[in-house]
């Protein structure tokens, strides 16, 4: 037994000699940085990325490719974020509640959040420099801090489409755009009765862009439905025949505009949104979004609204 002992005293000794090397002791120092948060890598801003790429759209373009066929990774199609702070300054409760308005109301502050993805279906199907998409957008409007009416979502409104991009070759009366998308899309609130809105559309999308901005010109038509299924026969006097969008970039710093409008100097109506966004922490941006105008929301599509939400942005248009 004294033996054993011995050896079990001399063991230390013998395995530095042979070269062994001691376990390290971390320090108090050392223990208390496992617990210090570290903020993810931040990317490089948007106007560097442009600057590389050689183009706003084009250094999207590349990013994209590049992560397009990783399993793990959702390919975003419009700007994807979350407002939990939403003020509306009219709220439609007539629209929503019905008869139960006289009793019950929505508040004006609510949280309204955006998720849109995308992914390739196939290649070159138009030509060499085209590509078929399938989409999915949701925006939604949730009544989160109403606790009177159980917390509802007044209106989701759900936006698949099908598209193909194409890169012009040649422009017209010396006009190029980058890119030319051709799609079909269905918009719907996914109600039924009196709360049912929805309808379909064609639309052309000409993108350009000049050094630091981004601009859009998307024409659409409405295909028809008979007056007994159609929810919202007059839509097109509140959204009109298209939408004109812009995003101007101010190094790591972008300002995005839509504007919409019938075109009818008798009865004019449209809509404005104005968004401001700026890096926050890792890759994630903060968002300020302004809406004044008719048709924030499918089931708001002739009730005009004035609103105001802040927040946060996982992915922007560039």
Not at 11 to 30: C, D, F, N, R, Y
Not at 135 to 153: D, G, K, L, R, V
Not at 231 to 240: A, F, Q, R, V
Request: with cysteine.
């Amino acid at each position: 037994m004294k033996r054993l002992v011995c050896c079990l005293a001399l063991l230390p000794s013998v395995l530095m000699a042979q070269g062994a090397e001691p376990v390290p002791v971390e320090t108090e120092e050392e223990s208390e940085s496992y617990f210090q948060a570290e903020e993810p890598e931040v990317p490089e801003s948007i106007s560097q990325r442009a600057k590389e790429a050689n183009g706003l759209f084009q250094q999207r373009e590349i990013r994209e490719s590049a992560t397009v066929n990783n399993p793990f990774v959702i390919t975003p199609h419009r700007p994807n974020y979350f407002l939990p702070i939403a003020y509306t300054s009219n709220p439609n409760d007539r629209a929503f509640l019905g008869d139960k308005s006289d009793s019950e109301s929505l508040q004006s502050v609510e949280f309204k959040f955006q998720l849109s993805v995308k992914f390739p279906v196939a290649y070159g199907v138009v030509g060499r420099n085209s590509s078929l998409w399938f989409a999915y957008t949701q925006q939604a409007y949730w009544q989160a801090y109403n606790s009177h009416i159980s917390a509802p979502f007044r209106d989701t409104n759900h936006e698949p489409e099908a598209f193909i991009v194409v890169k012009p070759k040649e422009g017209w009366f010396g006009i190029k755009p980058s890119y030319i998308t051709y799609g079909l899309n269905h918009q719907s609130n996914g109600q039924s009765g009196d709360l049912s809105r929805s309808w379909n559309r064609f639309y052309m999308d000409f993108l350009f862009e000049t050094e630091n901005t981004a601009f859009s010109i998307k024409p659409w038509y409405r295909f028809p439905e008979s007056s007994d299924v159609d929810d919202n026969p007059d839509i097109e006097d509140y959204y009109g025949y298209g939408e004109f969008s812009m995003i101007h970039v101010i190094d790591d710093y972008s300002i995005d505009v839509m504007i919409r409008n019938n075109l009818d100097m008798s009865d004019n109506r449209g809509a404005i949104q104005v968004g401001f966004n700026f890096p926050l922490w890792g890759k994630t941006r903060g968002y300020i979004q302004y809406f004044n105008g008719y048709g924030q929301s499918l089931l708001d599509y002739n009730h005009q609204t004035q609103s105001l939400g802040i927040g946060v942005m996982l992915s922007n248009w560039l």
